[in-house]
């Protein structure tokens, strides 16, 4: 049987792709979860189409994690913090502390996209990854400096 994906499957390929499948697999699992439809020449006009939206979408999305990561590529953040005995950190700097320092520079990013393994702790000039999108990272300079 012949269908076109209106999703992405990960066993099949990508939305709007044409593709042949047995009957019983489109019949109980692709069309019932509105993965598919049925291959027709209205239906594959409607494909094309989605095709062309995706691809412009992609694109425009494509500029945008470029700017971004050109952005953050350009950027340093300073951290001012308390210091007791051996310069070892009152607290420790954390993911939110980096959002924060972003916004203040005007870079929107989502605080879970920082990549921070663990909290700072100490003094010095680390390398934090932001996660711009999926497989796509840029790392941002961050000095954690004594107040």
């Known amino acids: 049987m012949e269908i076109i994906l209106l999703q992405d499957v990960d066993t099949l390929g990508t939305s709007g792709d044409i593709l042949i499948v047995k009957p019983g697999y489109a019949r109980n699992y692709l ?7 049925r291959s027709s020449k209205r239906n594959r006009a409607l494909a094309d189409e989605k095709k062309k939206v995706a691809k412009a979408r992609a694109m425009r999305e494509a500029k945008a994690y470029e700017a971004l990561m050109n952005n953050l590529k350009k950027t340093e953040i300073t951290i001012e913090v ?5 310069d070892r950190l009152f607290g420790s700097v954390t993911s939110q502390n980096i959002h924060e320092a972003l916004a203040e520079k005007g870079i ?5 996209a920082i990549l921070l393994e663990e909290p700072i702790k100490a003094l010095g000039i680390y390398d934090i990854p932001v996660k711009i999108t999926k497989g796509l990272n840029q790392e941002v300079k961050v000095y954690v400096i004594q107040s």
């Open 31 to 37: 069309f019932p979860r509105g993965l598919a439809v």
């Open 82 to 86: 308390e210091v007791g005995g051996e």
């Open 108 to 112: 929107e990013v989502d605080r879970h």
